[in-house]
């Protein structure tokens, strides 16, 4: 049986430190009064969940841009980019995909590209819902070049109860399509900045695996 079909999903490795403590907090409240080590117990296997990395099948055709995140379509509109990539002011169509604390949180990369740049702010912690949270919320941004010249932003995007932004990329690295570049601890959003021109695939409420589902085609493969 793969992986994938199973309900046990791996857990990346930055949960190891949490699951372990979530755990100790369980046995500690076993000693205490057994109904709330039987919570505890409940807690550590969420925080197992949240934290799970499942292989994703990345569709191989040209042209295709995928989500970054799992998660339901929250908002499409024109926007500019983070002034901090330095992608001009043109405003361009965003789409943003808001994670819930029961949703995969590891981020993967929108196209294959190279990474032009990673612009991190410190911000507020707003609900990441809302469309002051692109502009008010902390947030880690990179600029990416595809092979063909055009340019995609991605935002990693902290939310009311995350504290927590990761991203192992940087400069110069070449990220192939559906490739883990990020995750963000504990909620969160992710906005996709398309190229001009680029009209998405997906109605607000749709909802979105990371690295599978598409969000927009870039037009250079055959036809859909």
Known sequence: MR???TFIKPMHPEGRRFVA??????????????PLGWLGVGLTVWCYY?????????????????????????????????AELGMGETA??????FMSVFNCHVNRAPVAGEVLAVAYRPGKFLNASLDKASEDNERNA???????????AVVQIAGLVARRILCWSKDGDRLARGERFGLIRFGSRLDVYLPKGVAPQVEIGQTMIAGESVIADLGDGDDA
Do not use: H, K, Y
């Open 92 to 97: 361009l169509t965003r789409v943003s995909v």
């Open 21 to 34: 403590a979530f755990a100790v907090v369980a046995l500690v409240l076993f000693f205490l009064w057994e």
């Open 50 to 82: 949240f934290f799970r990395d499942p292989e994703r099948v990345v569709p191989q055709r040209p042209g295709l841009v995928l989500s970054p995140a799992d998660g339901v379509v929250s908002l499409i509109e024109p926007a500019v980019p983070p």
């Open 142 to 152: 990179l600029r990416l070049r595809m092979e063909d010249g055009r340019e995609i």
């Open 3 to 5: 992986m994938r079909d």
